[in-house]
């Protein structure tokens, strides 16, 4: 199996503040990967390191394959962050502009083809949201947007999905239902890396998990997490219930 991410020693400081320190880890292609901590652990820090956003202070990273410094083939991640989702949208366009913006990679300067149409509509049909594709982005509720910046990625046909606590405000019903269609991507091959703080939905649908709190506590599957002392060791007194249903 190939790996979609390959963390090595990265160790990362934000001023005298440590943020990181000597965490190792792989991400394989098709893996669902928890990423979880508490807050101010490194989690963001970690996520964006590995995406290429931030350049470790020692340590490397790859993106399939290649050194993330590297790496040309932006249209493999689709990232989704925190703050695309909570702060409301400001993008001035349809649900159908900004999926179809996901095709802008493979077409360079050329004008879309009705393939990139056909692809751009059927993501948006994956999602569920076809019946919003007129409306524009600004103008949907959190979990809608969510899948509006989803269907995107697909567009583009990321390989590797990274999502920042996708359901900040999004309400219960939309949660589940995005979490599933998280299932069946995931399913479809898609390697999802989530941040998510509900530790109970994380062990409920990844299937590997790193917690993280500087140091990396542990890295493995979901069974060998929930058996471990990782969550008390990196919570503290703070940790949570685990919720597993697999």
Do not use: W
């Not at 390191?49 to 790859?62: C, F, H, T």
């Not at 049909?125 to 269907?151: F, K, M, W």
């Not at 999502?163 to 939309?174: F, H, I, K, N």
Request: net charge negative; proline share 2%; glycine share 10%.
């Amino acid at each position: 199996m190939s790996s979609a991410v390959d963390v090595r020693d990265v160790t990362f400081s934000y001023g005298e503040k440590l943020a990181l320190d000597d965490v190792s880890l792989t991400v394989e292609e098709g893996d669902f990967l928890g990423l979880i901590g508490p807050n101010g652990s490194g989690k963001t820090t970690l996520l964006h390191i590995m995406l290429g956003l931030i350049e470790p202070d020692r340590g490397s990273v790859e993106l399939f394959g290649n050194p993330v410094d590297e790496f040309d083939a932006g249209e493999r991640i689709g990232y989704v962050s925190q703050q695309a989702t909570s702060r409301g949208g400001t993008m001035p366009v349809t649900v159908r502009e900004c999926v179809r913006m996901g095709r802008f990679a493979h077409v360079g300067h050329s004008r879309l083809t009705d393939e990139d149409r056909a692809i751009a509509e059927q993501a948006l049909e994956t999602v569920g949201i076809s019946d919003l594709a007129d409306r524009r982005v600004n103008q949907l509720s959190g979990g809608q947007r969510q899948r509006a910046y989803i269907a995107r990625a697909l567009a583009s046909e990321a390989d590797l999905l990274a999502l920042d606590e996708p359901t900040v405000g999004v309400d219960a019903e939309s949660r589940d239902a995005f979490y599933r269609l998280l299932d069946s991507l995931n399913a479809s091959g898609i390697t999802i890396i989530l941040i998510e703080h509900d530790i109970g939905v994380v062990t409920d649908r990844a299937d590997r998990i790193a917690c993280i709190n500087t140091e990396l506590y542990h890295h493995g599957d979901t069974e060998s997490f929930v058996e471990s002392d990782a969550l008390s060791e990196a919570y503290g007194a703070t940790g949570t219930v685990v919720h597993h249903h697999h």
